[in-house]
């Protein structure tokens, strides 16, 4: 299965030119049975990396822009009422896809968003009391501006808490933005990508990821991370036991597609900032990763 990870890895980086630390996370998202969100400025390419990944997997793809005037049902899935059978018929939402990208989350207002929380956890819709269930692997990744930006509604914490990591693209250095430019000139787009595996594939290399060995000693140095958000002055809200389970998760995504069949604490390292930063609230107007680089220089390395 090796070579569909490298196959996945270059397809995105036919369009994503020099974020490869960007795409590895995506990936470990998608390996490790969770979601991802994206965080920055406009123009940077989030979008695109999504509909990149979705163009790369062979599964059904579904994009939700979301808007101020965005209702649940528009999400869900509603009944309607068929006049000729005489009876309600379930018309299915975008949610129903493997790969579903909420553009500009935050732009739907907080009612609108709240539709999401029972997918992302069970995987699972509930319309008038029925349950119906998404298809498999369900993969969400959205994307969302700065908070400060004008027409926004930060994400409640609940929603935040089921993203198993953030990221963001950042600026492209100036050569890499010159490669972008050139491979634009060439006619080369996202509509040229074609699906280089199956979600059969993907879902196999999902149970991979999960028999990859995790010592004790590691475990535990997870926990200490953790339980250290609780219970730091600095942070109002600390990690949840959902934390925990998504920065293992990640932790042997990561290391499976490194190459290896156990994690190490580097692994973990890494990962922290992206799992951790977005579920905690620091006191005070501090920045979130600054608490958590600071919690992690501060617990001895296993």
């Known amino acids: ?36 969100l994206l965080e920055d400025v406009p123009g940077v390419g989030k979008t695109l990396l999504a509909k990149s990944l979705a163009r790369s997997l062979d599964g059904k793809f579904q994009r939700l822009q979301c808007t101020p005037d965005l209702l649940p049902t528009d999400i869900t899935g509603t009944n ?6 005489g009876e309600f018929s379930f018309m299915a939402g975008p949610v129903f896809a493997n790969v579903l990208l909420a553009d500009e989350i935050n732009r739907a207002t907080p009612r609108t968003q709240s539709a999401l929380l029972e997918v992302m956890e069970e995987h699972q819709v509930t319309v008038d009391g029925v349950s119906r269930t998404v298809p498999q692997p369900f993969f969400v990744i959205a994307t969302q501006n700065p908070i400060e930006y004008q027409g926004t509604f930060p994400l409640p914490e609940a929603q935040m ?23 634009l000139q060439h006619g ?26 995790v010592e004790t000693s590691l475990q535990q140095y997870i926990l200490e991370l953790v339980r250290a958000t609780r219970q730091d002055e600095e942070i109002t809200l600390g990690v949840s036991p959902r934390g925990s389970v998504a920065l293992q998760r990640a932790t042997q995504a990561l290391a499976f597609l490194l190459g ?7 692994d973990v390292k890494f990962l922290v900032p992206h799992v951790l930063c977005h579920r905690i609230i620091p006191r005070g107007g ?7 680089e600071r919690l992690l220089r501060s617990l001895p390395i296993p």
């Open 188 to 213: 080369l787009n996202v509509g040229d990508l074609q699906p280089c595996i199956t979600l059969a594939e993907v879902a196999q290399l999902r149970k991979l990821c999960f028999q990859v060995r």
């Open 80 to 85: 309607i009422w068929n006049p000729k059978s």
């Open 260 to 266: 290896r069949d156990y994690a190490i604490p580097d």
């Open 1 to 36: 299965m090796r070579e569909k990870i490298d196959a996945l890895t270059q397809n995105l980086a036919r369009t994503i030119v020099g974020k490869t630390d960007a795409i590895r996370l995506v990936l470990v998202a998608l390996l490790g049975g969770g979601h991802a």
């Open 286 to 292: 501090r920045g979130a990763r600054t608490v958590i």
């Open 161 to 183: 808490d089921r993203f198993m990591l953030s990221l963001s693209l950042g600026y492209p250095s100036a050569t890499e933005e010159l490669e972008m430019l050139q491979n």
